[in-house]
């Protein structure tokens, strides 16, 4: 839905807020507008000896009520249009945090976390600036000034009137090439607050990396460069301000003139009293607000509208990845079970058409283990990427559980997939919390549980609040290890038919390996795992392995098998247990492949979870 319309939907959905505040609006003008009028009544019975002292006692009463209702009012549209503003301003703030996380991911490729930022505080704010002050600068402007000159129409003198209004009218004209001008300076300024944001947000996010590189003057001198911008940016916008407001006073104060003027002469040669001339004075200074109020409003409006136009812009960013109504087959919560077939998958990056795969073909029956193995950047995050269907694929290319991926429900192949990524990802949460996180109908023991597979509930226990510990942003309070273990926590937790870990044992020693994937043979025996890695142990006791390389699947088979074919893998297999021996020779970091050593894995025997079912 555009913003546009949702503006509207969201003002008539607050329509009793902006009724309330208007309504008091218009009591607190009426009741402005009575003053100058009692004042002019009030000095004609005091020059032409008319008022009593009742009349006088009964003026003043007149003025006590007018302050009171005054009063009263200006609380209580604030309370209406203001209050009303700020609610639209967060519910818009809602819609586009969804729109957000609704978003492919390939969104995220293009757009940096600061301009989102921006959007979110920024935009918002000027749209609320707009449904709220914004109302009330308008009303002034257009209505509250309308039924001024009305009253000095009708009240005073309709040619002093006519002439009082020559300068004012040229500041409706002016307002009209401001706009244009105020418009092209907030674009500016929205990007150079959006480029201040990015700045602040990765030189937080890299901060062991600019201070482990003594980068931090640069990022200062970045920082100030792009303060200075979004300062330049501020003043230009301010500037026609600047020069707008006064000039509007000046306008005002040439019609003052004319009123004190053009008014007294009429005054003497008696066309209207001297309680016409107080009032019409009267009027001229309540003209003042709203005059002003013009140059406001333009500039709360184009600002608003700029704002809205961005919002608008992100809100119609289409959701490619999503489901397919039409297709959607089936509609429960699970697949039926892990197997995954893959026939004839060909891959490119959406956002740039750069191969991804190459002519997959691959089988996984349900509860068996594949491994994958592949240089970096051979593409095995990329399939996994795709069985999460982070993208779009042609139908009947991918089947989970026997079903084409793209007629089941994004929502199904991702309960139905416990995924830990290549770079886990921890919230700045308890590790409760992060270990939860996929449901929050987890028990306690179901947690710990999953940390003890994982191997990291010895860890836990020893945090200082153990399970309820912050883990800091990004899971910056722990070591690498660690974290990949509580992500690992988080996906086994969940029970899914399928289980990938995106080469999710690297910061872990051989020894833990060792026991996690003996954990995870005893509960996951009748499952599916991926297990992508890059130590042949961790891998040889698949049941079926595939070599990754360049996209596409260049050798399959088992660890035996492989070898025998004397391929990438066998090469690996070399170069990896000549490094092992290596190791091996500093006796306190023992690694063998071969599985003979005290931390090997498994003396030939099938101590490995994938082998046996
Ligand atoms: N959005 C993208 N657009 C273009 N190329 C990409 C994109 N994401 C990843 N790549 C490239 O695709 C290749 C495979 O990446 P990846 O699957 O992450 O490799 P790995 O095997 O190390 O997990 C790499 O060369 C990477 O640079
Ligand atoms: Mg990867």
Redesign the pocket.
Known sequence: MKPKSLLVEYMLKYKLGYIFGITFLVITNLGQMYIPKITGELTDGLTYGTLDLAGVQRITLIFIAIACTIFIGRICWRIGLIKTSRKIERDLREILFSKYLRLDVTYF?AHKTGELMAYAINDIGAVKQMTGMGIVLLYDAFILSGMVIYNMFQEVNIELTLITLIPMSLIAITGIFVRKVIRTRFIVKQKAFAQLTDIVQESFSGIKVIKAFVREKYHIEEFEKQTQRNFDANISVFKVMAIMQPAMGLLVGASMLIAIGYGGYLTIIETITVGDFVTFNGYIWLLVWPMAAIGQAINVYTQGSAAIKRLEEVMEVPEIVQDHEEDIVDESELIEDGSISIKDFTFN?P??D?V?LKNINLEVEDGTTLAIL?R???????LVNILLRFYNVDQDKIHLGGTDIMKLRLRTVRHSIAYVP?DNYLFSASVKDNIGFGLNKFTTEQIEEAAKRANVHNNIINFQDQYDTMVGEKGTMLSGGQKQRISIARALVLKAPILILDDSLSAVDTHTEETILANLKAIRANKTNIIIAHRISTVRQADKIIV?DKGQIAEEGTHESLLAKQGLYYEMYEQQKLEGRKANKKPKFKVNIDGDGEYGLGSGVERGPYREK
């Open positions: 490729n990056f956002d740039n750069k991804g592949g970096t950047g051979s593409g095995k995050s990329t290549q990754l």
